[in-house]
């Protein structure tokens, strides 16, 4: 293993069209928006980006109906964790999910029953 020193970057703009020259489909730049705004992007580097961006030209490509390109599509997207399935194949869990077990537990801890068990454990009946 070989460890490096990487920072991420910022999404950059989409090309101004597809590869092909025609305009984006509107579905792809809101696509592309969306990525930006994941909480993953927030670890992308530059080469991820470029990834994407070609990803993005199948994703054009597929909503202007290539729809042989799907299998293509879905292979690419899945390595940036698209997907619940991808995320779990890929060890990605957010933190969000976590933060709320973690409440959970807390409010099964301190439910009325269990606070007013614990509150009346010392007392004991008598004759």
Do not use: C
């Not at 703009?13 to 927030?42: F, Y």
């Not at 990803?55 to 599509?73: F, P, Q, R």
């Not at 990605?92 to 801890?109: F, G, H, L, T």
């Amino acid at each position: 293993m070989q460890v490096i020193i990487s920072e991420p970057v910022k999404q950059p703009v989409l090309p101004k069209r597809m590869p092909n020259g025609e305009p984006w489909p509107e579905i792809t730049r809101a696509w592309w928006r969306m990525w930006g705004k994941d909480p993953l992007a927030a670890e992308f580097r530059a080469t991820d980006w470029a990834e994407l961006r070609d990803t993005a030209a199948i994703h054009g490509a597929y909503w202007s109906g290539d729809l042989k390109m799907a299998g293509e599509l879905r292979l690419r997207t899945a390595k940036f964790g698209a997907t619940a399935e991808d995320r779990a194949r890929l060890r990605i869990q957010y933190a969000a999910a976590d933060e709320a077990d973690d409440k959970r537990e807390r409010r099964r801890a301190g439910s009325a029953g269990e606070e007013t068990k614990r509150r009346y454990s010392r007392l004991k009946a008598v004759d």
